[in-house]
């Protein structure tokens, strides 16, 4: 998984495995799915989002 910028109009090439991820909220930090804009997205704790991505390695 890796984090695509928002203001790419479609993910890198490869396996097209990546989210979208606003860190400039105070509280959370919004995740979702780059092929989905319009779908659902997840919220996370700033601790529980760096406990998250610290466990994919």
């Not at 909220?25 to 610290?54: E, M, N, Y």
Request: with cysteine; charged share 20%.
């Amino acid at each position: 998984m890796r984090t695509c910028p928002r203001n790419e109009p479609r993910p890198p090439p490869g396996n097209n495995e990546c989210v979208e991820v606003a860190p400039d909220l105070p509280h959370l930090v919004p995740v979702r799915d780059s092929t989905r804009p319009a779908g659902p997205a997840i919220t996370f704790g700033h601790d529980a989002w760096r406990a998250f991505v610290g466990n994919l390695a």
